[in-house]
């Protein structure tokens, strides 16, 4: 450490006031003061619960002020929205030492986020004390260094977040891009097109489940692969392999599936289809197609990826919290089938597409990655006296 550096705790140049715990009997959507939760943290902007009761004022959050979420994933984060209400397991940093400037601990906090996660002492899911932030160790140098310091982050992560914000806008071009191209597709079409529906194309069958679905899970030899949402990647074409297995008498109430069928989403994110590359069964939150006219499968697996088809599903699709689509109504989305050999062609041009589309999405991504390894070594140089 730099001479003129000392080491104090949190507690020596800071106080920490926890949040309440206000009655939820008064929470409102419209009208009262609104919550300041963990998930809004990062966000920087209050959530659309609002408390219409009595508080008092020192739990009032204003823009600037300093947050710290005490479950999970930790970070200090600078309040940027509207006035207002700390609620529970959400602190704010305040009464600073005068010798410490907020913005200089916003980004010190941030650089020792590995010692705040060692004092929880939690191996899964991370909770932290208001007694554990101020037990924590900080460096703490003389007031122009601060300063120094200050300007130094300020400038490089503004710089970083432009390039940051340009990444992802790249990113999201490329893949409005092939949209855009896969849309055209569908509605610009040849001699020879016609509609379909879903089921004149495909067998359709819904998974089924049996219950309670833990009594079936198993890690012995005879189990069968249980397919879930989470065996699949997202933007992934295939399902590869799954993480659990049941037992044979479970997947006697299920619904088999084999390499090279089609599943299909039927809830929370609906209508997104994979292609199997394994064996396996499938629960009720899926469709099973099975084709029984002659159609490349890397055209139908584009046609129900593209906003063309998927317009349809969001329409078909029922349930005010959580959508769904019944199996009948899947059936009747419609399908625009050119010949076959056209088939071909529209493949072989889209996974050109895809593979281009793809290099610049991984390139996007690996400079985000990059940029997000510049901002945490920017600042642990600052606060080890290297920078």
């Given at each position: ?82 006035p207002a209400l700390l609620n529970q397991r959400v602190c ?45 160790n900080f460096p703490s140098p003389p007031l122009p260094e ?113 390499e090279g069928d089609f599943i299909l989403t039927n809830s ?120």
């Amino acid at each position: 450490m730099k001479n003129g550096w000392k080491t104090r705790t949190l507690g020596d140049v800071l106080e920490v006031q926890n949040g309440y715990a206000f009655d939820s009997k008064l929470f409102n959507s419209s009208k009262g003061m609104p919550l300041v939760r963990i998930r809004s943290l990062k966000a920087g902007a209050e959530t659309e619960t609002r408390f219409s009761g009595v508080y008092d004022k020192k739990y009032l959050v204003k823009a600037g002020d300093l947050l710290i979420g005490m479950d999970g994933e930790f970070g200090c984060y600078e309040w940027k929205g509207a006035p207002a209400l700390l609620n529970q397991r959400v602190c704010r940093l305040q009464g600073f030492a005068s010798d410490i400037l907020p913005r200089f601990l916003y980004y010190g906090v941030n650089s020792h986020l590995k010692a705040i996660e060692d004092v929880t002492g939690y191996a899964t899911v991370k909770h932290l004390s208001s007694k554990q932030i101020l037990s924590i160790n900080f460096p703490s140098p003389p007031l122009p260094e601060q300063h120094r310091i200050i300007n130094i982050l300020d400038a490089a992560f503004e710089g970083i977040a432009t390039a940051k914000a340009n990444a992802a806008k790249n990113l999201q071009n490329a893949r409005a891009l092939f949209d855009s191209h896969l849309q055209s597709v569908f509605t610009s079409r040849g001699k020879g097109w016609v509609d379909q529906t879903l089921d004149q194309v495909c067998i359709v069958e819904r998974g089924s489940s049996p219950r309670p679905i833990k009594n079936y899970f198993t890690t012995k030899p005879d189990g069968v692969n249980w397919i879930k949402i989470g065996d699949t990647e997202e933007g992934g074409k295939y399902v590869y392999s799954t993480a659990q297995k049941i037992t044979p008498e479970g997947a006697k109430q299920s619904r088999f599936v084999k390499e090279g069928d089609f599943i299909l989403t039927n809830s929370m994110s609906f209508g997104r289809p994979y292609i199997m590359k394994t064996s396996g069964y499938i629960h009720d939150g899926w469709f099973v197609l099975r084709l029984n006219i002659s159609i490349d499968a890397d055209y139908l697996y584009y046609l129900l990826s593209s906003r063309f088809v998927q317009d349809q599903f969001a329409r078909l699709a029922s349930g005010s919290v959580v959508k769904n689509i019944s199996g009948d109504l899947v059936k009747q989305v419609v399908l625009p089938i050119p010949p076959l050999e056209h088939q071909h062609v529209i493949v072989k041009k889209l996974l050109e597409i895809s593979t281009e589309t793809q290099h610049l999405a991984n390139l996007c991504e690996r400079k985000l990655i990059a940029l997000d390894a510049l901002k945490e070594s920017l600042l642990q140089q600052s606060f080890t006296g290297n920078l």
